[in-house]
T-cell receptor, first 114, second 113 residues
Framework: AQSVTQLGSHVSVSEGALVLLRCNYS??????LFWYVQYPNQGLQLLLK??????LVKGINGFEAEFKKSETSFHLTKPSAHMSDAAEYFC????????????FGAGTRLTVKP | DSGVTQTPKHLITATGQRVTLRCSPR?????VYWYQQSLDQGLQFLIQ???????AKGNILERFSAQQFPDLHSELNLSSLELGDSALYFC????????????FGEGSRLTVL
């Protein structure tokens, strides 16, 4: 079955440190890949998306992600964490434009320490 | 502000009751999706409508139903509520021809006591 896995339900980094949130998917067909962020008491907001163009995708707030087909991964990174990055991050995978097959990972809660 | 509006933001009710959650998609978006977010199940796709017609069903219980009206707003009806139905219910919409981006509302938090 097609699925998406986020490694680590909680990640804690110091302010200014590298952020790395991991996402792997299981599929023989390259999917569309997304990262969403959810701030407290808010809905999900798109950070970035991969749709078979460049493998390195830049998103909002300084985040970027790299699609690695050989590793079936789409890890999210940011060189220097800010306090405002504290939120829950979801990796999502879809195999169609309809999005009715979109699968979300379980989420990773990012804590940023001062 | 995503442009997707959900009401009510919070709802507390008792087991066995019925509630209706409402969603207004972004202007011009024809597709509406409903998701349930709970601690144990994560974010689960429930159902999708496109221009008034049901397009796909996910993990939606038979006690739940939804519809999309001609003005494109959507309602999710939850009946015979159980404690386990307590969750955040999100609505999302997407523009025609998009490559998958969903615009989420802020959710309706349902608490069943």
């Amino acid at each position: 079955a097609q699925s998406v896995t986020q490694l680590g339900s909680h990640v804690s980094v110091s302010e200014g440190a590298l952020v790395l949130l991991r996402c792997n998917y299981s599929s023989s067909v390259p999917p569309y890949l997304f990262w969403y962020v959810q701030y407290p008491n808010q809905g999900l907001q798109l950070l970035l998306k991969y749709t078979s163009a460049a493998t390195l995708v830049k998103g909002i707030n300084g985040f970027e992600a790299e699609f690695k087909k050989s590793e079936t991964s789409f890890h999210l990174t940011k060189p220097s964490a800010h306090m405002s990055d504290a939120a829950e991050y979801f990796c999502a995978v879809s195999w169609s434009y309809n999005n009715n097959d979109m699968r979300f990972g379980a989420g990773t809660r990012l804590t940023v320490k001062p | 502000d995503s442009g997707v509006t959900q009401t009510p933001k919070h709802l507390i009710t008792a087991t066995g009751q019925r509630v209706t959650l409402r969603c207004s998609p972004r202007s011009g978006d024809l597709s509406v999706y409903w998701y349930q977010q709970s601690l144990d199940q994560g974010l689960q796709f429930l159902i999708q409508y496109y221009n008034g017609e049901e397009r796909a069903k996910g993990n939606i219980l038979e006690r739940f139903s939804a519809q999309q009206f001609p003005d494109l707003h959507s309602e999710l009806n939850l009946s015979s509520l159980e404690l386990g139905d307590s969750a955040l219910y999100f609505c999302a919409s997407t523009p025609a021809g998009s490559t998958g981006e969903l615009f989420f509302g802020e959710g309706s938090r349902l608490t069943v006591l």
